[in-house]
């Protein structure tokens, strides 16, 4: 499903991770590591590969529009799963 997000807030969603997400994301789907980094803002193309991420320049980092939300879904639930019982994120 396609999801349109600021380039800041998705950043903001990336520097929030626990340490260790990043890898643990691209184990689970069975993806590099620099992809995953690549779809929150990274360049690493040698490595990695693109993954339907689309930036246009603008206010507040300009606009993302997100092919497929499966790692920033995954993304959210982990941290969601960091937050103590009762809390909302």
Do not use: W
């Not at 520097?15 to 620099?34: C, N, S, W, Y």
């Not at 206010?59 to 009762?86: F, K, N, Y």
């Amino acid at each position: 499903m396609a999801r349109t997000i600021s380039f800041n807030e998705l950043r903001k969603i990336k520097d929030a991770l626990p340490d260790g997400t990043i890898h643990r994301i691209a184990d689970e789907l069975g993806l590099k590591v620099e992809t995953v980094r690549n779809y929150f803002g990274g360049y690493n193309f040698k490595d990695g590969r693109s993954c339907g991420v689309h930036i246009e320049e603008g206010s507040d980092g300009g606009v993302v529009a997100l092919d497929d939300t499966t790692i920033l879904d995954r993304a959210l639930q982990i941290m969601q799963e960091q937050q103590p019982s009762g809390q909302l994120a």
